[in-house]
């Protein structure tokens, strides 16, 4: 499923409009965004959590050319599952 897939459903399922699903939705989204942004942690119970971890420079190399390449540090989102979804898939 998209965005638009989940904006579709939920218009259906809360009698609601496209354009009022899409602003749920993205304040939905904005909203994990902004607290990611912040350095926060976003816990769904019973789905899973969603944190930032950061990467420290290393060297790496281009798989094209060869030459080695220094690469910049940076900052992932990343998530967990968690273990109701985890039980649930595996059922």
Do not use: C, H, W
């Amino acid at each position: 499923m998209n965005k638009s897939g989940l904006i579709e459903a939920l218009s259906k399922k809360e009698n609601l409009t496209e354009k009022k699903a899409m602003d749920i939705i993205s304040l939905v989204f904005n909203g994990f965004v902004d607290e990611l942004k912040n350095g926060g942690r976003i816990e769904i119970r019973g789905f899973g959590s969603f944190v930032v971890r950061e990467y420290q420079s290393y060297t790496g190399r281009n798989p094209k050319t060869g030459n080695n390449i220094k690469v910049s540090p940076k900052k992932l989102p990343f998530f967990k599952v968690g273990k109701e979804l985890k039980e649930t898939i595996n059922k």
